[in-house]
Structure formats: structure tokens, C-alpha cells
């Protein structure tokens, strides 16, 4: 059995042959990073040469493995920005795909190069284009790629951008999440093409996305398949929350518990569908003598908010500043997912519209729950 991979049926065949020409331990870099929770950083660095057992306990297991911190930068804090899929995952994305012999496809963040190689393992390596924005990632995944004889199109570029040359595809599979889908994907793909992208909101990056498109400057419809969270293309990456620095603070007695806000992914993601621009972070308060933890709130436009966790429906347990009350926004946007059954995600989708426009909806496009904003 390959570690990861739960397809079924013919799907499950026809994709054996790849996930054993291409397997995952073969992309996986010698150096990787696992989580350690007495680090600063939150990660610890595991070679391969010294700690063989810990690498392959990593890269055998069915989780995502983090393969770079900031960007490749030293001195960094030590924010995962890439990583090897966790391959049960990879094997809902290839599914959702539902590739064909014959089609052609961009595969949007080479990364490791391991979905790249299942592509083109799967495919033939004429049919598929990979395309990596950082150059160093690019490169290593070149030089595994040759070494496991598989030959996609490799580029390096903005994957936002899609890749017109070699344009149109009848699949774009993207492996970095996007809370805004570019046109060009959309312009780039074949009539009744499938796009299946990671997607989510600054609130709550928790959606795995399978767009049908209609037709080159035609709607786009699709709905999140999948509970999903991967890290975000370098372009669309939330803004860092941060208290502003003028502007009237009004304080008072939190209305809800703040750990109703998060009481699972599917109120994340109704909150956040509700509430545009909005991102949520947690940290312990250094200013109060009782050091409570808090959750925080900014739409990187001037409006923040904070709620303590401890004594919540006390006075002056919530802060807000701003011209938007995000706590308040919050509060509205649980109580209209509570008052609709408590949807999970999967019954949310999206619709791209010809006009820029894109528009999330619950159950039907007849129901929509609000405009993305880009």
C-alpha cells in the first residue's frame, strides 16, 4: 500500500503506476523542518544525514513535511513557506483533477516537484507544465525531476499569471492557496476545464476548491470539496495583524465567547466568508498583569479588535478601533452560520464571473453569502 494514497476503484489504478514511479520520499529534501513546540520558531531542523530515522518517520507518515522557512531567508522568524503535501491530500486533489489521457495541464507551485512528477508519471511529461516562483525550489526540483527521468515543462515565474505559452489546459492544479482566483487561470483554460486550487480568507485558509469553467471569458462555477489548508501564494498572503497606532479605542464586555468564533472549520469558514479582509491571530496580552490570551482582529485598513479568552463577558474584556467593529462583525457572522444550520464548508461555493466579479454561495449560486474582495 502507498503510504497516503485512499483512491478507489479505476481512479486508484490508474494512478498506482505514478505514486510508485514517483515516490514521495524521492522530492522530499535532505533537510526539513518538524514541528517542535520548545523552539521559538515553533520548528526544529531534521537532516537527513544525522537524523535518518526522523527524516523518513517525516516523510513516511501522511502529513505535510515543511520544507522551507521564510522564503529560504536567514534570520527570519521562522514562518513555514513550503512544504511536502500531505499525500492523502495530494491524492483529493489529483481525484478532484480527474485527469484524462491526453490532457494537458498546469501545475501552478512546483514546490518539492512531487505532484509535478505524478503529473507527468501519470500523463507523460509533454502534457504537463510546472511552474515555481522561487528559483532555488525550482532548481532542486529540476535536478529530481532528471533524476527520476520525468520531463514536465518546467518554469520559473508567477504562477498567478498562469503560463500562456503554453496555454489552453484542460486542467490548472494549483498547490499554494489563493483567496482571489486570477483571471488567468480562468482565460487559460478549456471550455468545461477543471481547476481545483486550495483557497480561504485571511480568517480561515481552510478550502479546497473545484471550479468548473465554462469557456474562456465565462463563468467559473465550483464548490469547496474538501477541508484543505496550505500556504498561501507569496502575492495573496494576509497582512500582519497589528494593533494602529492612533484612534479611539472603545473597550466593553464581549457579547459571545470568543472560542465560539472557532468552534470548528466550518464556523471559521461562514466567518470568514462574512467578514472581507478580516484576519485573526492569538497572543497572550503582555500588558495585562494576569498575561490572558487573547484573540486579535485587523483588516490591515486601520480597524483592529481584541477579546480575552478569561472573564470574556467582563468590562473591558474587548477592545475595538477602527471605522469597521470586527468584533461585532464576527459576533453577526456566527449567529447567520448558526441560523442556517451550521452549513459545513462543503455546501459553500464560488462563482468567477466575467466581470472580475467573485461571489461565494451556500448550496446554490441563488444564495449568495458575499463578494470577495480583491
Not at 509533454?126 to 520531463?151: C, F, M, S, W
Not at 489563493?178 to 477543471?194: F, K, L, N, S, Y
Amino acid at each position: 500500500m502507498i503510504a497516503g494514497l485512499t483512491m478507489s476503484g479505476t481512479l486508484e489504478a490508474a494512478w498506482r503506476g505514478a505514486f510508485e514511479r514517483a515516490p514521495r520520499h524521492a522530492f522530499v529534501p535532505d533537510t526539513v523542518w518538524l514541528p517542535d513546540e520548545h523552539s521559538l520558531s515553533g520548528y526544529r531542523q531534521v537532516e537527513r544525514s544525522r537524523e535518518p530515522d526522523a527524516w523518513w518517520d517525516a516523510v513516511s507518515a501522511d502529513e505535510a513535511v515543511v520544507t522551507q522557512l521564510d522564503d529560504g531567508m536567514s534570520g527570519g522568524p521562522g514562518t513555514s513557506t513550503s512544504s511536502g503535501s500531505m499525500p492523502s491530500l495530494v491524492a483529493t486533489m489529483l481525484r478532484e483533477l480527474a485527469v484524462q489521457d491526453g490532457h494537458r495541464v498546469l501545475d501552478v507551485g512546483t514546490g518539492t516537484g512531487w505532484t509535478s512528477a505524478l503529473l507527468a508519471a501519470r500523463l507523460g511529461g509533454e502534457q504537463v507544465t510546472t511552474i515555481e516562483i522561487d528559483p532555488v525550489l525550482a532548481a532542486d526540483a529540476g535536478r529530481k525531476l532528471e533524476a527520476a527521468h520525468l520531463a514536465p515543462c518546467r518554469v520559473v515565474g508567477d504562477g498567478l499569471a498562469g503560463w500562456s505559452p503554453g496555454a489552453p489546459y484542460d486542467r490548472i492544479h494549483s498547490t499554494a492557496a489563493v483567496r482571489w482566483i486570477p483571471p488567468e487561470w480562468i482565460e487559460q483554460t478549456v471550455p468545461d476545464g477543471i481547476v481545483v486550487t486550495p483557497w480561504g480568507t485571511p480568517y480561515a485558509n481552510a478550502g479546497l476548491l473545484r471550479l468548473v469553467v465554462e469557456g474562456p471569458g465565462q463563468e467559473a462555477h465550483g464548490r469547496f470539496v474538501e477541508n484543505a489548508s496550505f500556504m498561501w501564494m507569496r502575492a495573496q498572503r494576509p497582512h500582519v495583524v497589528a494593533a494602529p497606532a492612533m484612534g479611539t479605542t472603545r473597550t466593553g464586555a464581549s457579547p459571545m465567547d470568543p472560542k465560539l468564533a472557532e468552534e470548528d472549520v466550518h464556523a471559521a469558514f461562514a466567518i470568514g466568508l462574512r467578514v472581507p479582509g478580516v484576519r485573526s491571530i492569538h497572543c497572550w496580552d503582555r500588558t495585562d498583569p494576569a498575561a490572558t490570551y487573547r484573540i486579535e482582529l485587523s483588516d490591515g485598513h486601520g480597524s483592529w479588535a481584541s477579546v480575552r479568552y478569561r472573564n470574556w463577558g467582563d468590562e473591558g474584556a474587548m477592545k475595538q478601533t477602527g471605522p469597521r467593529r470586527l468584533w461585532d462583525e464576527v459576533c453577526e457572522a456566527r449567529t447567520w452560520w448558526v441560523e442556517r444550520g451550521r452549513p459545513e464548508l462543503t455546501r459553500f461555493g464560488l462563482t468567477v464571473r466575467p466581470d472580475g466579479r467573485q461571489q461565494t454561495w451556500l448550496d446554490s449560486p441563488a444564495h449568495p453569502v458575499g463578494d470577495i474582495a480583491h
